[in-house]
T-cell receptor
Framework: DAGVIQSPRHEVTEMGQEVTLRCKPI?????LFWYRQTMMRGLELLIY????????DSGMPEDRFSAKMPNASFSTLKIQPSEPRDSAVYFC?????????????FGDGTRLSIL | AQSVTQLGSHVSVSEGALVLLRCNYS??????LFWYVQYPNQGLQLLLK??????LVKGINGFEAEFKKSETSFHLTKPSAHMSDAAEYFC????????????FGGGTRLMVKP
């Protein structure tokens, strides 16, 4: 079975550029999460979708960050304009259903470096 | 609100020795608890989960964890460490009142010496 697929795996770009991270959740999963992982702050939840609808975006750091889920099999996280402090590993995770006792399944992440 | 504390950001054991990674949680309602493992340059993989059934939970790769409500703990153990167990381990908590938020601990990096 294919797991959560993220692209690109690595992204290096200059400050001020637009960055788009992509995620394909596991088929049949209707909850999707975006996380950011840094040494200083650990794993932080950025946004959570259920049935393609954003439910909780309180973790999105600022207006430069936006996320969309146009359909059940695709989501994007966009940063515009990017800044060096956005450098981190960004993970997408999906989950079958909305029950809290269901585990989340993670992709391999996108390592983002903003120069 | 829920919170998780993982005692020890780094743990070092010898190959064949007992592995014990500590996790204490805080939750005002019955929690659901998870252990994840992260290998270098990979995402988090589920090791095991506690969801209010048996308090001793067995997971993959020989790991197990015991839910102790009186101690608010969910420590991860493995009787005999293998070199391939070297990774970072995350404990996480959620609950039915958590709005689907999964709160992670800071992680424990396990090193296995030959």
């Amino acid at each position: 079975d294919a797991g959560v697929i993220q692209s690109p795996r690595h992204e290096v770009t200059e400050m001020g550029q637009e960055v788009t991270l992509r995620c394909k959740p596991i088929s049949g999963h209707n909850s999707l999460f975006w996380y950011r992982q840094t040494m200083m702050r650990g794993l932080e939840l950025l946004i959570y979708f259920n049935n393609n609808v954003p439910i909780d975006d309180s973790g999105m750091p600022e207006d430069r960050f936006s996320a969309k889920m146009p359909n059940a099999s695709f989501s994007t996280l966009k940063i515009q304009p990017s800044e060096p402090r956005d450098s981190a590993v960004y993970f997408c995770a999906s989950r079958p259903g909305t029950a809290s006792n269901q585990p989340q399944h993670f992709g391999d992440g996108t390592r983002l470096s903003i120069l | 609100a829920q919170s998780v504390t993982q005692l020890g950001s780094h743990v070092s054991v010898s190959e064949g020795a007992l592995v014990l990674l500590r996790c204490n949680y805080s939750s005002s309602v019955p929690p659901y608890l998870f252990w994840y493992v992260q290998y270098p340059n990979q995402g988090l993989q589920l090791l095991l989960k506690y969801t209010s059934a048996a308090t001793l939970v067995k997971g993959i790769n020989g790991f197990e964890a015991e839910f102790k409500k009186s101690e608010t703990s969910f420590h991860l153990t493995k009787p005999s460490a293998h070199m391939s167990d070297a990774a970072e381990y995350f404990c996480a908590v959620t609950a039915n009142n958590a709005g689907n938020m999964l709160t992670f601990g800071g992680g424990t990096r396990l090193m296995v010496k030959p």
